[in-house]
Antibody, heavy 120, light 109 residues
Framework: EVQLVESGGGLVQPGGSLRLSCAAS????????MHWVRQAPGKGLVWVSR????????SYADSVKGRFTISRDNAKNTLYLQMNSLRAEDTAVYYC?????????????WGQGTLVTVSS | SYVLTQPPSVSVAPGKTARITCGGN??????VHWYQQKPGQAPVLVIY???DRPSGIPERFSGSNSGNTATLTISRVEAGDEADYYC????????????FGGGTKLTVL
């Protein structure tokens, strides 16, 4: 079964840091681009970041550029999101997702999400 | 950056047809994907490449895309279809960034 499981969320103070992980199983992780998407409470889906299959290319939404870093360990089948200088507006459920069929492709599957709360 | 516009809400009676639109500049030239999200759950793909259905998605779900509007159509709507629906495209003009529509809440009356 193709599966993604996120972990690492929690409560953090403004200005703090957190690292999210996404463990992949059931497919050849190293062959797929991976993404992070977030959803603030009661709001819609917002794309955060993406990384290509070997980790050599990354992109970020303007709202997180310079603060967040996406990375992956293909030997461990794990995707990461290092989040620094966190702000209240970063509070959201963070989902990792696999992209099928490369650029122009679709997200399938999604992980169950991990909640990040930025508050003092 | 590229913008996708969805109606905030759509209401439909059981057994009827629901149509959820996704507007964007010349969206017909892009590939559109649709996701269903029920409360407390992760999104699930329901339509990819404008009109293809993943395995396990009922035939009642269909999609189309032309001009400036893509449409997700749900025929013979059931209570279990009540959810938020999001369209998604890639903005190839800006380093392969992904764009989601704002989402549409489908209410089954």
């Amino acid at each position: 079964e193709v599966q993604l499981v996120e972990s690492g969320g929690g409560l953090v103070q403004p200005g703090g840091s957190l690292r999210l992980s996404c463990a992949a199983s059931g497919f050849t992780f190293s062959s797929y681009w991976m993404h992070w998407v977030r959803q603030a409470p009661g709001k819609g889906l917002v794309w955060v970041s993406r990384i290509n299959s070997d980790g050599s290319s990354t992109s970020y939404a303007d709202s997180v550029k310079g603060r967040f870093t996406i990375s992956r360990d293909n030997a461990k089948n794990t995707l990461y999101l290092q989040m620094n200088s966190l702000r209240a507006e970063d509070t959201a459920v963070y989902y990792c997702a696999r992209v099928v069929a490369g650029t122009e492709g679709w997200f399938d599957p999604w992980g169950q999400g991990t909640l990040v709360t930025v508050s003092s | 950056s590229y913008v996708l516009t969805q109606p905030p809400s759509v209401s439909v009676a059981p057994g009827k047809t629901a149509r959820i639109t996704c507007g964007g500049n010349n969206i017909g030239s892009k590939s559109v994907h649709w996701y269903q999200q029920k409360p407390g759950q992760a999104p699930v793909l329901v339509i990819y490449y404008d009109s293809d259905r993943p395995s396990g998605i009922p035939e009642r779900f269909s999609g189309s895309n032309s001009g400036n509007t893509a449409t997700l159509t749900i025929s013979r709507v059931e209570a279990g279809d009540e959810a938020d629906y999001y369209c998604q495209v890639w903005d190839s003009s800006s380093d392969h960034l992904v764009v989601f529509g704002g989402g549409t809440k489908l209410t089954v009356l």
